[in-house]
């Protein structure tokens, strides 16, 4: 019988990308849902479904039972207080590590968790590795960089702005930055689970040697588009402007935003290039997208939604 692989983040950004990936590498599925309804992106993937989130004690144990690996892929990345980053982004991975003592456990974690100084979420990313990190049994914590690709909404508006030939970008000119497309980091976290290397915390990027520059992510985006877009440099004091009205109305009741003031320290920070690629090496991850092909590709996926 093939193993079990239980998945928290099953509905997300990244979640149907690597269900996609561990399901065609033969893994039975188990998958944390909030509530039930249709999942179109599980057509043709047969998998168990425990109803529940990741602060239930009591689902957190119906779905880890017997697993022979986990993948602990939820996260919050904006919130209402600094203080509600934790039980998700913490919490949960501590009570994961706790619940499944002898199975793999796979964090999803993010760069951000390299300079928890700068933001809550952060912050809050490197205490989940740390409660991972504490646990006996065998982990990884896979920080993912700037991630893309079909079924992201956060990065969309970027694409809208450049299809009116506006690319807006934070003023740090020497900034460099890795990027991943959703269908690599999928690729590179299945293949984690399959052939788990020693435990640690780990980076993942596309392989782009020395990263990227704003002015590439623009030039790519326009390609993609058919456009030539005028590079709108954006100073700090407007965006933290910004962030503080969004600040504002949350503090009212309004609508949760993840522009705040942690997001634009993290936006103006200059370096959020990938350090090392030990796990692309030690799993034998071939990333297939560029930064060209990826935006490429999901400018594509973007227009057949009617999305852009």
């Known amino acids: 019988m093939s193993k079990l692989v239980a998945v928290t983040g099953a509905t997300g950004f990244v979640g149907p990308h690597l269900i996609s990936a561990l399901a065609r590498r033969g893994w039975r599925l188990r998958l944390l849902v909030r509530r039930w309804s249709p999942l179109p992106s599980l057509a043709g993937i047969d998998a168990e479904i425990v109803l529940g989130d990741v602060l239930s004690e009591p689902a957190l144990q119906a779905l880890v039972r017997g697993a022979d690996a986990v993948v602990h892929a939820a996260g919050l990345i904006k919130a209402r207080t600094p203080a509600d980053f934790l039980p998700v982004n913490r919490d949960s991975a501590a009570l994961l590590s706790a619940l499944a003592p002898e199975a793999t456990l796979v964090l999803l974690s993010s760069l951000a968790a390299r300079e928890p100084q700068l933001s809550a979420y952060g912050a809050s990313k490197r205490a989940g590795e740390d409660a991972v990190a504490a646990r006996s049994g065998p982990w990884l914590a896979v920080r993912a960089p700037a991630v893309y690709g079909p079924g992201d909404r956060e990065t969309l508006a970027y694409f809208c702005s ?147």
């Open 162 to 308: 450049v299809k009116f030939n506006l690319a807006p970008q934070p003023w740090v000119p020497s900034a460099r930055l890795s990027l991943i497309h959703v269908s690599d980091l999928a690729e590179a976290l299945a293949l984690a689970v399959e052939r788990p290397p020693a435990p640690s915390i780990y980076e993942v990027d596309d392989g782009a040697a020395g990263a990227y520059s704003y002015a590439d992510m623009a030039r790519a985006a326009g390609a993609a588009l058919g456009r030539r877009p005028w590079q709108v440099k954006v100073p700090r004091p407007l965006m933290a402007g910004i962030a503080a009205w969004n600040e504002l109305r949350q503090s009212l009741g309004g609508p949760v935003q993840i522009l705040t003031q942690g997001k634009v320290a993290e936006i103006f920070h200059p370096d959020w290039s990938v350090h090392n690629r030990r796990l692309a090496a030690a799993i034998g991850f071939q990333p297939r997208y560029d930064l060209t092909a990826g935006f490429g590709d999901t400018v594509q996926w973007y227009r057949r939604q009617h999305w852009l």
